[in-house]
T-cell receptor, first 114, second 114 residues
Framework: EAGVAQSPRYKIIEKRQSVAFWCNPI?????LYWYQQILGQGPKLLIQ????????DSQLPKDRFSAERLKGVDSTLKIQPAKLEDSAVYLC????????????FGQGTRLTVV | GNSVTQMEGPVTLSEEAFLTINCTYT??????LFWYVQYPGEGLQLLLK?????DKGSNKGFEATYRKETTSFHLEKGSVQVSDSAVYFC?????????????FGKGTLLTVNP
């Protein structure tokens, strides 16, 4: 079974530029998550989709971050404009619905804002 | 809200030593509990899980028991190996309406020396 695919693996941009990350979840997984992992910290949920609807975006900085999940499959996360503090690893994960189901993670995109 | 607290790292052990990484949680009701592991340069992967009180999750020699009375899910291994060097994350999954939200602790870096 193919895993969660993310691209790019690495990205370096200057502050105030924009950047986009892409995620392709495991086929059939209704739930898709985007997490931000700052060095030395645990993953922080940015946004959670159920199919193509948003179920939690309470920690998404909506003035600069946006995300969409087209047709309930692939997803993109965008930052515009980027700030230095956005330097982090952005993790995409997907899961089936239901109690106790495991989330499967991609390898992440490491973003460096200079 | 839901939260996970795990012991501060880093933890450094010699090969064949006993490992304990403490994890406690705050949540109403009965969340599912997980340990994820992140090896260097890789994404997070599930190590073990437990979905109800007194359940014991186990995998690769690691164990953790869901203790409702102490709201804990401590990770243990009787004899660690160099290959166990990684960051370990405790996490909980709790329903919010019809969806499940996955919340992580800050992670504990384990280094095992030969």
């Amino acid at each position: 079974e193919a895993g969660v695919a993310q691209s790019p693996r690495y990205k370096i941009i200057e502050k105030r530029q924009s950047v986009a990350f892409w995620c392709n979840p495991i086929s059939g997984h209704a739930t898709l998550y985007w997490y931000q992992q700052i060095l030395g910290q645990g993953p922080k949920l940015l946004i959670q989709f159920q199919n193509n609807g948003v179920v939690d975006d309470s920690q998404l900085p909506k003035d600069r971050f946006s995300a969409e999940r087209l047709k309930g499959v692939d997803s993109t996360l965008k930052i515009q404009p980027a700030k230095l503090e956005d330097s982090a690893v952005y993790l995409c994960a997907s899961s089936l619905e239901g109690k106790g189901t495991e989330a499967f993670f991609g390898q992440g995109t490491r973003l460096t804002v200079v | 809200g839901n939260s996970v607290t795990q012991m501060e790292g880093p933890v450094t052990l010699s090969e064949e030593a006993f490992l304990t990484i403490n994890c406690t949680y705050t949540a109403t009701g009965y969340p599912s509990l997980f340990w994820y592991v992140q090896y260097p340069g890789e994404g997070l992967q599930l190590l073990l899980k437990a979905t109800k009180a007194d359940d014991k999750g186990s995998n690769k020699g690691f164990e953790a028991t869901y203790r409702k009375e102490t709201t804990s899910f401590h990770l243990e291994k009787g004899s660690v190996q160099v290959s166990d060097s990684a960051v370990y994350f405790c996490a909980l999954s709790k329903s919010s309406g019809s969806n499940y939200k996955l919340t992580f602790g800050k992670g504990t870096l384990l280094t095992v020396n030969p």
